[in-house]
């Protein structure tokens, strides 16, 4: 009987200790480690390139992006986070992904960019149509860092035009039917910020258009590098992450 008992407390204990592995193997795999390779990159400009006009996405798709307005990474490159960053004059300067529209309609979605400016307007990285509830603009509102769709927006109660180099993100949750108030979470430097909306109109559903390309930098005045878009939602340790390899390269 006792032996009968330990083999059956050896089965459980085996069986347990399968079921751990295979939820940490599912873990892993919604949430990779190396978001370098994480198959949700939609895009990943470093912003870095030696010279000319044509900025290399890092990701596995290939979306260059075509430097407008006078731009060129042979006068307006600078000492970036990592690496080198483009500098952008605040006028018609523009980085287009022509022919990429962006992560569309009500799907999740992360952006995230390294920014250093004194100014408190301009984009950092946008996409989608001219009409309300269309638009994703990822950006300065009212001085602060935030999201808009063209009609409602909320942004980071804290500035980051200071002169120094900060780390900004936005993360749409998945929801049949997302919004503002309730399924837009921002980070910066790495930390959940505390954020500021305007109430009734947020709760309006994101369903991000597709008319047009998707451009980094609109209307923005100093230095943007390492712009990432995810078409997943990732995780505030995951959003830590990207902050903590940044600074280790």
């Keep these: 009987m006792a032996k009968t008992a330990l083999l059956a407390l050896a089965v459980l204990l085996l069986g347990l200790a399968g079921a751990a592995l295979t939820v940490a193997a599912a873990g892993a795999k919604n949430e990779p480690a190396d978001l370098d390779a994480d198959p949700h990159l939609a895009g990943w400009w470093k912003l870095d390139d030696a010279s000319g006009t044509t900025a290399a996405d890092a990701s596995k798709h290939g979306r260059k992006g075509a430097l407008q307005g006078g731009l060129a990474f042979d006068k307006d490159s600078d000492a970036g986070r990592v690496g080198k960053a483009l500098k952008f004059d605040g006028k018609a300067g523009t980085v287009e992904i ?17 920014i250093k400016t004194k100014a408190s307007r301009g984009e950092i990285l946008s996409w989608g149509e001219g ?43 998945e929801a049949e039917r997302p919004n503002l108030h309730d399924h837009v979470k921002l980070y910066k430097d790495g930390e959940p910020a505390t954020i500021h909306d305007i109430g009734l109109l947020d709760l309006w559903p994101l369903d991000t ?25 990732l995780s505030a340790d995951e959003i830590k992450a990207l902050v903590t390899q940044s600074k280790g390269r």
């Excluded at 022509?98 to 390294?114: C, E, I, N, Q, S």
């Excluded at 602060?144 to 009609?151: F, H, I, N, Y």
């Design 98 to 114: 022509t022919g990429y529209k962006g992560v569309t309609g009500a799907r999740p979605r992360t952006v995230a960019a390294w």
């Design 131 to 173: 009409e309300f509830g269309k638009m994703f603009t990822f950006g300065f509102i009212r001085g602060r860092v935030g999201v808009t769709p063209s009609g409602g927006y909320l942004y980071m109660n804290d500035p980051v035009n200071d002169d120094a180099w900060h780390h900004v993100a936005a993360v749409v949750e």
């Design 209 to 233: 258009g597709d008319k047009l390309d998707l451009r980094i930098g609109r209307g923005f005045t100093g230095l943007i590098d390492e712009v990432r878009l995810y078409d997943r939602a």
